[in-house]
């Protein structure tokens, strides 16, 4: 009754268009049988004992607010990568920013593109604005197409959303081709360069997105604590962009939404990399390991440079996800295109080269 009276309760036509976020499952659990959740991306390490303490020594406060401008956290971001405290934007993790980056571009009817398929939080934070998705599909080797995302641009593009290495199929954009893309791009259009995956780059011919921010006043660089950091349930990512930029993102941040338990563990995270990136370094050999053995098996994977890999299984996806988790593997599929599998603990990566050869031979 009350269900039927609250559908009649007017809401914005945008939602009918909006595909709802599908968060990786919990795995199946099963007696004497290890499970692994290699569906999120997630790093698959707990957090270093010296960001558990100042988590647990913030958790004390939690009867406060955090501080609202994230100065510390701000500041430290700003040393790290040697730009100004004023440069810097922080937000619920860099899901949130981009939703920020919405609201300070994008009118209803604006347009936004991005390549397809990539992040699939992208459509749904666009449909959110108000703003039509142009979505430009990837080429045939699972990047992005520049040439033609740059041909998609129209006089009503407001933002364009670059990401790299792309989720979910795992390669980089190089140097020259952003370089040439960003030149071809007119200087009043915001370009979005989303790293979320940076950390786990190892290709020398990958674009550098803090160094073309720098020449480019119209570029935004997007980084997260939720991947190589490992702080993915803490919410905190943010943006390096040109001080008006920033200003803007910061105008149209959640108040007090990066809470001081994410703050807190952020500047306790960077203070820590170089053992988070022992950690980092662990997870890329795996990945070569992983790509190798599966490429032996016949599998198509493109080159990633993040810290998952892509089946290209088409309408077999969802059949192989059910597969997968018979043997204890949740894995990412997106219907009718391929799966996403992260680079998680050995034993998890072990399983799926077995899952993968044990369905190549049915
Ligand atoms: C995981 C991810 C993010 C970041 O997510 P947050 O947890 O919100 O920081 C951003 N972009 C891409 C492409 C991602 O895969």
Not at 312 to 326: I, N, Q, S
Request: proline share 7%.
């Amino acid at each position: 009754m009350t269900e039927d009276s609250a559908r009649s309760v007017r809401l914005r036509e945008a939602l009918n268009l909006i595909p709802s976020y599908v968060p990786g499952k919990p795995a199946p659990q099963r007696e004497g049988f290890t499970t692994y959740k290699i569906s999120s991306n997630e790093n698959p390490y707990p957090p270093l004992p010296s960001v558990l303490s100042v988590i647990a020594e913030a958790a004390s406060q939690v009867n406060r607010y955090p501080d609202m401008s994230v100065t510390a956290l701000r500041t430290a971001i700003a040393e790290h990568f040697g730009v100004r405290l004023e440069e810097v934007a922080t937000g619920t993790g860099s899901v949130g920013i981009l939703g920020q980056i919405m609201q300070i571009a994008c009118d209803p009817g604006d347009e936004v593109v991005f390549a397809w398929r990539s992040f699939e939080a992208y459509p749904i934070i666009v449909g959110l604005s108000g703003a039509t998705a142009v979505q430009v599909p990837l080429t045939a080797d699972a990047s992005h197409d520049l040439l033609a995302m740059a041909a998609a641009i129209t006089e009503r593009t407001k933002v364009v959303l670059v990401c790299t290495p792309n989720n979910p199929t795992g390669p980089i954009v190089t140097a020259p081709d952003l370089d040439s893309f960003l030149a071809a791009v007119p200087s009043d259009v915001l370009v979005v360069i989303d790293e979320a995956y940076v950390e786990f780059g190892r290709d020398p011919r990958a674009a550098d997105a803090l160094a073309v921010w720098r020449s480019h006043p119209n570029v935004v660089v997007l980084r997260t604590f939720s991947k190589a950091y490992g702080l993915a349930g803490l919410r905190v990512g943010y943006a390096i962009a040109h001080e008006p930029i920033a200003d803007a993102l910061r105008k149209a941040a959640v108040p007090f939404g990066v809470s001081d338990l994410a703050q807190q563990a952020a500047i306790a995270s960077l203070s820590a990399y170089d053992e988070l990136a022992v950690r980092v370094e662990d997870l890329v050999i795996e990945r070569s390991r992983v790509i190798k053995a599966l490429r032996e098996q016949g599998w198509d994977v493109p080159d990633s440079q993040a810290n998952f890999i892509w089946l290209p299984l088409g309408d077999d996806a969802l059949a192989f996800a059910e597969v997968a988790a018979e043997q204890g593997l949740v894995v990412r599929p997106f219907a009718g295109d391929g799966v996403r599998c992260t680079i998680a603990e050995v034993e998890a990566n072990d399983r799926l080269i077995e899952v993968a050869a044990a369905y190549r031979g049915r």
